[in-house]
């Protein structure tokens, strides 16, 4: 009953992590970005609940006490203070040398290897997923609802016929008197697009800094794990999150001397842990790298008008290719974001008009492409 209860709950959980990233029917930004800003922060925010809820993994941490010090003070003690492994221990034999991984006589101070990220994970995970948020909200700030205003609910085939004609009309007004006026608007999403890669570059190193220089290469430490002899292998993922270690704590004996205790403390919280920084690792390097071919397309589609043109042709395949030539030719990239964005969220028939209309009035061509 139990178990079925926490499952409950757990899901429960899950599903109200939904609400906090609302899922539009239309689209202001590409679906790179949007896995930065929803799938992100979601899968972030469903880890922040899950190691900082103390009842699906018990108590965060259990050390071994003496009946010289309350079991209640040592744990809080360990947990407050940071406790610790020895790096040499690690290559050690267990069961034989030592005890557990990285658990042995102190011989060098220099040789500690010392723990005390644990209880700030909750906090960190959580100021990541604002961060991830971060260019979102910049974006939707700057966009300020433009492409909603301009779709005037056109992304519904079935309208009447009048009212059709009046937002078209109004659309097309638009679009013809604004021309060559978006560059800036459309610059602002690409910056943000960049600052979601900086973000999560930035995001890497800050991991970094925090696991002690062991998070960079954490996710290749893993690969070489898998394929080592299991005689000459380190497993990182102990070594990085260590399930037992050791703590230290003094206190005043009967005759009034600083008596030392060693004290060996289970961290049951590490296991949760070290499954949410692998699976971090290789997400971070897969968005990263799809967040630079992203930079990379939008480079290549400020420099080259044929490049714009051709993505409207494979885009748009409805609209006729003289149309989208004169469109390009007689637009700046600002507006050519202006009418993908558009494309993607109005009807496919109604915005193919207005692209033949637009293209008829540019071009001031005396074929009417609505007919055709």
């Given at each position: 009953?139990?178990?079925?209860?926490?499952?409950?709950?757990?899901?429960?959980?899950?599903?109200?992590?939904?609400?906090?990233?609302?899922?539009?029917?239309?689209?202001?930004?590409?679906?790179?970005?949007?896995?930065?800003?929803?799938?992100?922060?979601?899968?972030?925010?469903?880890?922040?609940?899950?190691?900082?809820?103390?009842?699906?993994?018990?108590?965060?941490?259990?050390?071994?006490?003496?009946?010289?010090?309350?079991?209640?003070?040592?744990?809080?003690?360990?947990?407050?203070?940071?406790?610790?492994?020895?790096?040499?221990?690690?290559?050690?034999?267990?069961?034989?040398?030592?005890?557990?991984?990285?658990?042995?006589k102190t011989r060098?101070?220099?040789?500690?290897?010392?723990?005390?990220?644990?209880?700030?994970?909750?906090?960190?995970?959580?100021?990541?997923?604002?961060?991830?948020?971060?260019?979102?909200?910049?974006?939707?700030?700057?966009?300020?609802?433009?492409?909603?205003?301009?779709?005037?609910?056109?992304?519904?085939?079935?309208?009447?016929?009048?009212?059709?004609?009046?937002?078209?009309?109004?659309?097309?007004?638009?679009?013809?008197?604004?021309?060559?006026?978006?560059?800036?608007?459309?610059?602002?999403?690409?910056?943000?697009?960049?600052?979601?890669?900086?973000?999560?570059?930035?995001?890497?190193?800050?991991?970094?800094?925090?696991?002690?220089?062991?998070?960079?290469?954490?996710?290749?430490?893993?690969?070489?794990?898998?394929?080592?002899?299991?005689?000459?292998?380190?497993?990182?993922?102990?070594?990085?999150?260590?399930?037992?270690?050791?703590?230290?704590?003094?206190?005043?004996?009967?005759?009034?001397?600083?008596?030392?205790?060693?004290?060996?403390?289970?961290?049951?919280?590490?296991?949760?842990?070290?499954?949410?920084?692998?699976?971090?690792?290789?997400?971070?390097?897969?968005?990263?790298?799809?967040?630079?071919?992203?930079?990379?397309?939008?480079?290549?589609?400020?420099?080259?008008?044929?490049?714009?043109?051709?993505?409207?042709?494979?885009?748009f395949r409805l609209?006729?290719?003289?149309?989208?030539?004169?469109?390009?030719?007689?637009?700046?990239?600002?507006?050519?974001?202006?009418?993908?964005?558009?494309?993607?969220?109005?009807?496919?028939?109604?915005?193919?008009?207005?692209?033949?209309?637009?293209?008829?009035?540019?071009?001031?061509?005396?074929?009417?492409?609505?007919?055709?």
């Amino acid at each position: 009953m139990v178990g079925t209860h926490g499952s409950a709950t757990m899901l429960h959980l899950f599903l109200g992590l939904k609400s906090l990233v609302k899922v539009s029917r239309f689209h202001t930004d590409g679906s790179v970005f949007r896995l930065h800003y929803r799938i992100t922060v979601m899968v972030l925010l469903a880890f922040t609940f899950i190691v900082t809820t103390r009842q699906y993994i018990g108590s965060p941490i259990m050390c071994v006490h003496t009946k010289e010090i309350p079991k209640d003070v040592l744990n809080t003690y360990c947990w407050i203070h940071p406790t610790y492994t020895l790096s040499s221990a690690h290559w050690k034999r267990v069961g034989v040398d030592v005890p557990h991984p990285g658990v042995d006589k102190t011989r060098d101070e220099r040789d500690k290897k010392h723990v005390k990220y644990y209880q700030w994970v909750g906090f960190c995970l959580f100021f990541q997923a604002i961060l991830f948020y971060v260019p979102r909200w910049l974006w939707k700030n700057w966009e300020a609802g433009k492409i909603h205003a301009l779709m005037m609910d056109l992304d519904i085939g079935v309208v009447q016929d009048v009212e059709k004609r009046q937002k078209k009309r109004l659309l097309l007004d638009y679009l013809s008197e604004n021309l060559k006026h978006h560059n800036w608007w459309a610059y602002r999403y690409f910056f943000c697009e960049f600052l979601a890669l900086v973000n999560i570059i930035g995001q890497m190193f800050l991991m970094d800094r925090f696991f002690d220089g062991a998070f960079l290469t954490f996710g290749l430490e893993v690969i070489a794990f898998a394929e080592q002899d299991q005689e000459d292998r380190l497993d990182p993922l102990i070594y990085v999150f260590p399930r037992m270690t050791k703590c230290t704590f003094h206190k005043f004996g009967s005759s009034g001397e600083v008596e030392k205790h060693d004290a060996l403390c289970l961290l049951p919280l590490n296991i949760v842990n070290e499954k949410v920084y692998i699976f971090l690792w290789f997400w971070f390097i897969f968005l990263a790298l799809l967040t630079l071919l992203v930079i990379l397309y939008r480079l290549i589609i400020i420099l080259s008008p044929k490049m714009r043109a051709y993505l409207l042709y494979i885009r748009f395949r409805l609209i006729r290719r003289e149309v989208i030539n004169t469109i390009v030719k007689k637009s700046y990239v600002g507006d050519w974001f202006l009418f993908y964005m558009l494309g993607q969220n109005v009807d496919s028939m109604i915005f193919k008009e207005v692209m033949h209309e637009l293209a008829r009035k540019l071009g001031h061509l005396g074929k009417d492409f609505t007919d055709t």
